[in-house]
């Protein structure tokens, strides 16, 4: 079964920097597009960056561009998000996501506070 586990959250002070992975497995990772997303307090889950299947395209909301870099790593069956010059305003729940039509699969979620 599809399978989506992310580490790499924590607590960080603004200014900082946090590397967040998600381990896939379950399913053939080359084929796929993958996606953090993350949600705040009484906030809608929102699309944070995208990657194609073999890395050749990216996508990144306006809100982290030239701070946030997604990767992946086909030979891990990994992808990565790089968070530099965090801010308050990142915190949330930063979730790993693969759309396999009709179906979305989600991993569980790992914290991201930016606070001094």
């Known amino acids: 079964q599809v399978q989506l586990v992310e580490s790499g959250g924590g607590l960080v002070q603004p200014g900082g920097s946090l590397r967040l992975s998600c381990a896939a497995s379950g399913f053939t990772f080359t084929s796929y597009y993958m996606s953090w997303y993350r949600q705040a307090p009484g906030k809608e889950r929102e699309l944070v960056a995208r990657?194609?299947?073999?890395?050749?395209?990216?996508n990144y909301a306006d809100s982290v561009k030239g701070r946030f870099t997604i990767s992946r790593d086909n030979g891990k069956n990994t992808v990565y998000l790089q968070m530099n010059s965090l801010k308050p305003e990142d915190t949330a729940v930063y979730y790993c996501h693969v759309r396999m039509i009709p179906n979305d699969y989600w991993g569980q979620g790992t914290q991201v506070t930016v606070s001094s």
């Open positions: 990657i194609s299947n073999l890395a050749l395209t990216t």
